[in-house]
């Protein structure tokens, strides 16, 4: 069982600047691969970013790809999204998930098994 928990959410003008963090407890084994997802009001849920816990490697969606970080701090067992040059249409609920699978790209979100409950980024024009 894997529990996470997300953190740093807010509201931000375009082009500002905010950091993510998922702190995630308990089955190590069960976080082999850790990706942040989003979705907006009406929209189906899209896969940001994918990191694998035990070599770093990242994958990211074309949507955010130089805008957005996905890193790691293994002594906190914390993931963490930088998002940076942030639109309005990055406005959404983010969520963090977690698998024991070797996820290619970033997968689609029936193949994680442990979420947090998200965090809402807003991001006004």
């Known amino acids: 069982q894997v529990q996470l928990v997300e953190s740093g959410g807010g509201s931000v003008q375009a082009g500002g600047s905010l950091r993510l963090s998922c702190a995630a407890a308990?089955?190590?084994?069960?976080?082999?691969?850790m990706a942040w997802f989003r979705q907006a009001p009406g929209k189906e849920r899209e896969g940001v970013a994918r990191?694998?816990?035990?070599?770093?490697?990242?994958y990211y969606a074309d949507s955010v790809k130089g805008r957005f970080t996905i890193s790691q701090d293994n002594a906190k067992n914390t993931v963490y999204l930088q998002m940076n040059s942030l639109k309005p249409e990055d406005t959404a609920m983010y969520s963090c998930?977690?698998?024991?699978?070797?996820?290619?790209?970033?997968?689609?979100?029936?193949?994680?098994?442990?979420w947090g409950q998200g965090t809402q980024v807003t991001v006004s024009s």
């Open positions: 998930a977690a698998t024991y699978r070797t996820i290619s790209g970033v997968g689609y979100a029936d193949e994680y098994g442990s």
């Open positions: 308990g089955g190590t084994y069960m976080r082999r691969s």
């Open positions: 990191i694998y816990t035990s070599s770093s490697s990242t």
